[in-house]
């Protein structure tokens, strides 16, 4: 039996180690004390967050991004792939036509169609990063950006104006021309490297002329919404720094 009177707490009948045991048991509490004791002279591994984040690794999956080219036309052609390509669903698109017609909503993108409304629900995306793979025009990239937190679950749905990357030098803000004599594939091909002479007086006379318009409508409102204005505001909030187009595939 297990139990039997002449078993120790060794398990082999027959030795007695009680005493062994009594001095282990007397120096337990040193030993422990031991442990502490050599932990005080390691490294300190404490993190100083937020104060002092730490870098993320070169291909973290962070907040994503929407590109443009380097005149500001954006990437997005609204095809719907990375919503199609979601497991989550955390991705709503809606595309809409490039109109340079007179009077017409403008041109956003080189091509033919432009994403008019661009949603991820963060509360539902995973990271996974299966949208960036599916993005034929490598609009959509991810940054490592991760501070996503908030206690308002509706300022967890990003909409297109948070998501676009802030203009960089050279950029303009949509809608407006393509780069004259050149054409989409172009743009693809890497022929644009800046804004043209000719798309900075179209976006210029175009917000003079919403300057008027403000004007026209009273002092009340004299900064009424310019388009593509929201790009440049946002750019303040989420620095270049953060933007890493391409980082991470
Ligand atoms: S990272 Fe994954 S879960 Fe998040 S939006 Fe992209 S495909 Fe959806
Ligand atoms: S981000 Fe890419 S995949 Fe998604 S709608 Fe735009 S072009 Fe298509």
Known sequence: MADDA??????????DDRGGGFLSDLFAPVAGFGVSFSTMFRKVATEEYPEKPRPTAPRFHGRHQL???????????????????CPADAILVEGADNDDSPGGTGRFSPGERYGRVYQINYLRCIFCGLCIEACPTRALTMTNFYELADNDRGKLIFTKDQLLAPLQSGMLPPPFPMVEGLEERDYYQG?????????????????AAADEDAYAQGPGNPGAAVPGEHDVAHAADFTAAQTREGANP
């Open 6 to 15: 002449s078993s120790t707490s060794s398990g082999k009948p027959g030795q």
């Open 191 to 207: 022929k644009v490297t800046t804004s043209t002479d000719a798309q900075r007086a179209y976006v210029d006379s175009r917000d």
């Open 67 to 85: 590109n443009r080219h380097p005149d500001g036309l954006e990437k997005c052609v609204g095809c719907e792939l990375c919503a199609w390509a």
